[in-house]
T-cell receptor, first 115, second 112 residues
Framework: AQKITQTQPGMFVQEKEAVTLDCTYDTSDQSYGLFWYKQPSSGEMIFLIY??????QNATEGRYSLNFQKARKSANLVISASQLGDSAMYFC????????????FGKGTMLLVSP | DTEVTQTPKHLVMGMTNKKSLKCEQHMGHRAMYWYKQKAKKPPELMFVYSYEKLSINESVPSRFSPECPNSSLLNLHLHALQPEDSALYLCASSHQHQETQYFGPGTRLLVL
């Protein structure tokens, strides 16, 4: 079973609009971390935002916020005021404390921002 | 500063060649990682070094040989690769094994 599910292969948004990228996860651990990374066509994976399973507040970093709904096991990324430079692949990832504690990535969502 | 550098940016090699990929970070991170990423797929973990010791090898073929000469440097030695090994190779580091990973720009490898 997939541990991280990103159901949107591609998303389109107009510049200056907000967009939500979906991510659901599956774990039996009580302690885990959720991450979002951005990968432009250049290839570099850019860390955007982190949410710990015990964090009570949703994480925010500038224009990025993470809508964390623990009971639903969802960790959606919200990008406010989209910019052309936001066009990229976005990966949701989870790190569980048990086992190897390595990152498990979703399949990614390609975001295209149009003028 | 969250910079991880990787060289070379691009590499073309034949199946009989020996080459090395290099990754460097000066953030004092003690965990370093190699990932392989095929087009339109998420990264796949290959190796994890923690405190300069190999802690995870995800059943990677022996034609890939990692090396961690010191806490700042991680190499990936390549020998007798196959065309299907063509991919983007990403290096990452984190302060400790379980913490946020910061990635380098990657090396695009083409095996002919």
């Amino acid at each position: 079973a997939q541990k991280i599910t990103q159901t949107q292969p591609g998303m389109f948004v107009q510049e200056k609009e907000a967009v939500t990228l979906d991510c659901t996860y599956d774990t039996s651990d009580q302690s885990y971390g959720l991450f979002w990374y951005k990968q432009p066509s250049s290839g570099e994976m850019i860390f955007l935002i982190y949410q710990g399973s015990y964090d009570e507040q949703n994480a925010t970093e500038g224009r990025y916020s993470l809508n964390f709904q623990k009971a639903r096991k969802s960790a959606n990324l919200v990008i406010s005021a989209s910019q052309l430079g936001d066009s990229a692949m976005y990966f949701c990832a989870m790190r569980e404390v048990s086992g190897y504690s390595t990152l498990t990535f979703g399949k990614g969502t390609m975001l295209l921002v149009s003028p | 500063d969250t910079e991880v550098t990787q060289t070379p940016k691009h590499l073309v090699m034949g199946m009989t060649n020996k080459k090395s990929l290099k990754c460097e970070q000066h953030m004092g991170h003690r965990a370093m990682y190699w990932y392989k990423q095929k087009a339109k797929k998420p990264p796949e973990l290959m190796f994890v070094y923690s405190y300069e010791k190999l802690s995870i090898n995800e059943s990677v073929p022996s034609r890939f040989s990692p090396e961690c000469p010191n806490s700042s440097l991680l190499n990936l030695h390549l020998h007798a690769l196959q065309p299907e090994d063509s991919a983007l190779y990403l290096c990452a580091s984190s302060h400790q094994h379980q913490e946020t990973q910061y990635f380098g720009p990657g090396t695009r490898l083409l095996v002919l």
